[in-house]
């Protein structure tokens, strides 16, 4: 067994990831050719548990050293959730309360990170385009994954931060990220958060991760909800040899 994905040979392989965390569970499944984790071309699937609602997501990824691009389609169930009325600003007592039936959308989204050794660190960037679909004429949506109350269809994002080395091999990383997003149909939706995100690696399979990303611009006052604490768990990976 090697002791990193990346001084194995690259082959077909099946891998899995398996995030678990604060009321969160997402398993995926991928399947491709390459290295797994490191330099690989292949198809993700992943059903997403939470207290919030169920989904499910599939695509085309594409992994080398310093870029990973993902394009590919996400649909969820919220339990609670419902479509929203039109409005200028929306606060978390009007996204938790608002009547009706549980929303339901299907969002289309391609992706990209990077992450470029720059000192003792890496400048990290993303960028990503959603399509969000399933929603009926007139209202607005939650969008689970953005974190973000949406006109459909489009969302933007970008993010950068920078991320410090730590550990023996360089394997842990703590830093500082800003987000941006926007909403192009509604005025005044431009949102902002930063804060900071980790990764603490225990060995080849099971890493710790964390994300503490706070809104601190936006016209919605939705508190954590509308937060990037989309990580706050472990991480165990597997490949076929």
Avoid at 68 to 90: I, M, S
Avoid at 120 to 146: C, H
Avoid at 202 to 225: M, N, Q
Wanted: no cysteine; aromatic share 12%; proline share 6%.
């Amino acid at each position: 067994m090697a002791r990193s994905w990346g001084a194995a040979p690259a082959r077909f392989f099946l891998a899995t990831t398996v995030d678990v965390g604060f009321v969160y569970a997402r398993p995926r499944l991928s399947a491709g050719y390459g290295k797994p984790f490191t330099s690989w071309f292949g198809v993700d699937l992943n059903p997403v548990a939470s207290g919030n609602g169920l989904g499910a997501y599939g695509g085309l990824r594409l992994e080398v050293p310093f870029v990973d691009v993902r394009a590919g389609a996400r649909w969820f169930r919220a339990f609670n959730r419902t479509y929203l009325d039109p409005a200028d600003r929306y606060d978390r007592i009007t996204l938790e309360t608002e009547g009706g039936d549980p929303s339901r959308a299907l969002t289309y989204e391609v992706e990209l990170d990077t992450s470029i050794p720059v000192g003792p660190g890496n400048v990290i960037g993303r960028a990503s385009l959603s399509y969000v679909t399933g929603v009926p004429d007139g209202k607005y949506v939650f969008e689970e994954t953005l974190r973000v109350i949406v006109d459909p269809p489009w969302v933007w994002r970008a993010r950068g931060g920078y991320v410090f080395r730590l550990g023996k091999y360089s394997q842990h990383g703590i830093g500082l990220v800003v987000d941006y997003l926007d909403v192009p149909k509604r005025d005044d939706s431009e949102t902002l958060r930063v804060g900071p995100i980790v990764r603490w690696v225990l060995s080849r399979r099971v890493e710790v991760r964390g994300s503490f990303v706070l809104t601190v611009i936006s016209a919605d006052r939705l508190g954590l909800v509308g937060s990037d604490f989309t990580e706050l768990g472990v991480r165990y990976r597997w490949a076929t040899e």
